[in-house]
């Protein structure tokens, strides 16, 4: 082998161990990043014929646990869809207040009481201000829980609008990154499009289907939304069902409706169109029967100026929305019966089976009370159970990301030892070049 060999082989294997060092380096420099995915070097002997051209490095291989990866994709839609229930069940749990004596059931405890204080006395103008005072506690509550209520429905609007529009710019970033991985595939794009597909896979159900030039193509509810040339962007629409305003997720361009059953806006549009109105029709039950049981006992009843028929609430009430005292009784609690039509002075009857209307069943779960209790009890247990699958995802996800990590993640202390190596070679063949060069400086002076 003549000198001038050595010296080319010499210079491979100097390229060859830098780019092996820069390689090292970038993956140390990414430990700490969770969507960087390891680098490997390989090396590889040139041969020209029956001699040796040095050693080569092929480019570096971006390592992958493919399985593990797409099973977090697959489960980070459960994730999202349980931690944001988990979010607006929480804001609802709030609005009841329960624990206080601001809470429904208490203020519901309160109307009663008063109208078993009036039965005690029912001549008492105090008695019957007492009665009209918690009437109007329970209608103002009520109408504060719908109102908060309806300011989380409101909310829910623009957030699943703001969720769409982070889900079509991601969609879009997807659709550039296939079109630049077409042309020339890049280890640092896959690592951005990892982080994407991350986020994306927590916002809505996905399917995604990996071609071997490395791009993607990613699908929901069966259709297609972005590859390298087509992309589809979504929209949320508001429409109306059976007078019920509603939220639907579509196509763009087409309007095709879409079945979005998991993510972080599958929970938003779930608890719009089916929680929320689901919550407020039972406490319109609630409202209702309340407003009908006492005026159909207070209607039997006869007040201090002796007239009688009188409803105690207002007839025309529909639920929480509209639940009131009858204004002429707002105007004057006189006319608040507490005795029969024709009983003696004194007798508090119809003021009493009013009061006993609180351990009455006047609903399947029982008295108004135990109806509430079950509601509240309900909307508890849907609570934990989403903050128990939550909790339960977020184990999951953690062990698929321990399977993916153990392959591609980096270890400094494996990657400490490969710099050492690198560089020890990187020497050696830095002193081969010495050696070499030395040798023609005395083959020169023989000449």
Partial sequence: MSISSILEIGKRSLLAYQSAVRTTSDNISNANNEYYRRRRVS??????????????????????????????YSENQFLGKYQNAQRLLSQVEVVFNEGSEAGLSQVISDFFGAWNDLAKDPESDYARNLVLDKAMVLSDTFSRIDGDLQNIKDQIVPETNMAVDDINQKLQLIHKINQQIRKQPNPDLLDQRDRILDELSKQLNIQIKEKDSGEINVYSDGILLVSHDVMNELEAVQVNENGNTKIKIQIKKSGYALNINNGELAALVEFYNESLPEYKEKLDSLARNLAEKVNEIHRQGENLDGSSGFDFFATDITGISDFRVNQVIVENASLIASKPIGGAEGDGSIAQQISDLQFA????????????????TGLGNRLQETEFLGNSQEMIIQQLKNQRDSVTGVS???EMTHMVQYQQAYEAAAKVITTVDEMMATVMQMV
Wanted: net charge negative; no cysteine.
């Fill in 43 to 72: 090396f590889d002997q040139l041969n020209g014929g029956y001699s040796r051209l040095g050693l080569s490095v092929n480019d570096a291989v971006r390592l992958r646990q493919r399985f593990a990866e797409y099973q977090i």
């Fill in 361 to 376: 069943s006047i609903f399947n779960e029982g008295t108004a009370n135990e109806y509430y209790q079950t509601f509240l």
């Fill in 412 to 414: 400094m202390d494996e």
